[in-house]
């Protein structure tokens, strides 16, 4: 199965603050990141029956993704894109999966750094 032409969810702009990096100052003070998701999935049945049981639960994702960031301690970006995508696929009903990580302030004179991976059903641990 391929994305392309799937239904989509979007979780945008999640703000989240968390330990992260790879320096001594970036290993003692909380920092704020910036998450988005795409969640591929297929949404006709839900669109029929308006039940929730028939589509993927963005909420419970969201809040799976924000103690999971909140509490972790990792080194990389890359390391949190990875651990929200595997959350994102114990649903179900999520074939796919895009996760983009933003790091404000991580360059001088650089908004921000970024990573964006996407995961499949078939990547799941």
């Known amino acids: 199965m391929s994305k392309d032409g799937m239904d989509k969810i979007f979780i945008r702009d999640?703000?989240?603050?968390?330990?992260?990096?790879?320096?001594?100052?970036?290993?003692?003070?909380?920092?704020?990141v910036k998450i988005n998701m795409v969640l591929y999935t297929d949404l006709?049945?839900?669109?029929?029956?308006?039940?929730?049981?028939d589509t993927v639960n963005y909420k419970t994702i969201k809040?799976?993704?924000l103690k999971m960031v909140q509490e972790?301690?990792?080194f990389l970006i890359e390391?949190?894109?990875?651990?929200?995508?595997?959350?994102?696929?114990?649903?179900?009903?999520?074939?796919?999966?895009?996760?983009s990580i933003d790091k404000p302030g991580a360059l001088?004179?650089?908004?921000?750094?970024?990573?964006?991976?996407?995961?499949?059903?078939?990547?799941?641990?």
């Open 14 to 32: 999640l703000l989240v603050r968390c330990i992260v990096g790879i320096y001594p100052e970036e290993r003692t003070e909380k920092q704020d």
């Open 44 to 53: 006709r049945k839900a669109g029929q029956s308006d039940d929730i049981d």
């Open 63 to 65: 809040k799976q993704v």
């Open 72 to 74: 972790s301690d990792f």
């Open 79 to 99: 390391k949190l894109a990875e651990e929200a995508a595997q959350i994102a696929l114990k649903d179900s009903k999520v074939e796919f999966v895009n996760v």
């Open 108 to 125: 001088r004179f650089a908004r921000s750094v970024a990573v964006d991976i996407t995961r499949a059903r078939a990547d799941a641990k």
